[in-house]
């Protein structure tokens, strides 16, 4: 594997390797099994296989989260290695903004509610680093996972804005054997912690077998009483939202496609997860 932590020498790269298509896989590191899962769909669909390891500042609202996420290149490194993704690009945030970037970016609705509405900036900072990878590397197809679900829907109406000829693939969440969604803050849990956090998915389980036969009020009120339980947990947010413009539901005939949407802080590591409850 080439590891690349200029943007000049890597472009001099890629265009020698002019005419092969190209797959992306942003990432800010701390990788796990559901990264190396976008690899080897990037793998099978491309000639070419990126992995970007940049822990983007803009991306946090929080200052004391941005100081506290994994870092560890050298594990990240071997694991990449042993995929066998073929570029990683590594770069410092002085190499990729070397002037403070400035814009502005307006996703509508998508970019408001759930995530838009807990972490302000969190989605112009995902805006500001996808383009300005995409000024780099010029990918064919860029790879996210569905875990983090709202982000994939801004991505896909930041390439609608860009007017960009990238083809965005969305991969299934990539889960532990718990039913806990992996993570890079996984890292950061205690063992009990761990294990008590696959309560999350066993709720959401819950609400989709539910469905049929409960109301949405009953299905969030159940959903808030059994994780709440948790000594050290708290419910910041359950939503069920339509899959394709993210807008909340009260009624399950208001939409055709449903999906579950949760954060949940579990001592001092904030979870997200999301079930599609019918489609």
């Known amino acids: 594997m080439l590891i690349f932590d200029k943007i000049e020498s890597l472009q001099l790269f890629l265009k ?72 990683l690009f590594f770069p410092t945030v002085d190499e990729m903004y070397p002037v403070p970037p400035t814009k502005q ?40 996972g569905e875990k983090d679900f709202q982000q994939l ?41 761990k294990e008590d956090a696959q309560a999350i998915f066993k709720a959401l389980e819950h609400v989709k077998k539910k469905s049929t036969n409960s109301t949405i009020a009953e299905l969030k009120q159940y959903f808030f009483n059994t994780l709440n339980q948790y000594q050290n947990f708290e419910v910041e ?10 807008q909340p539901i009260t009624n399950w005939g208001e939409s055709d496609y449903c999906v579950a949407f949760t954060a949940v802080n579990v001592g001092s590591v904030r979870l997200i997860d999301n079930m599609t409850i019918f489609s």
């Open 16 to 87: 020698k390797s002019k005419g092969k298509t190209i797959g992306f896989v942003p990432t800010m590191g701390a990788l796990h099994e559901g990264h190396l899962s976008l690899i080897q769909a990037s793998k099978e669909k491309t000639d070419i296989t990126i992995c970007s390891v940049f822990v983007n500042p803009a991306q946090f609202n929080k200052v004391e989260d941005l100081e506290k996420y994994p870092r560890n290149i050298e594990k990240d490194v071997g694991m990449l290695e042993q995929k066998g993704c073929d570029l």
């Open 105 to 144: 970016y307006d996703f509508g609705d998508l970019g408001v509610v759930m995530e838009g509405k807990h972490r302000p900036g969190h989605f112009n900072g995902v805006g500001l680093v996808i383009e300005r990878f995409f000024e780099i590397i010029h990918p064919d197809y860029a790879f996210f």
């Open 153 to 193: 829907a801004v991505i896909r109406e930041l390439v609608r804005q860009l007017n960009s000829s990238t083809v965005i693939v969305g991969c299934p969440i990539y889960r532990e054997k718990s039913g806990l969604a992996m993570s890079s803050r996984n890292e950061r849990l205690s063992e009990k912690e």
């Open 237 to 246: 947010y359950f939503s069920v939202a339509d899959g394709n413009t993210l």
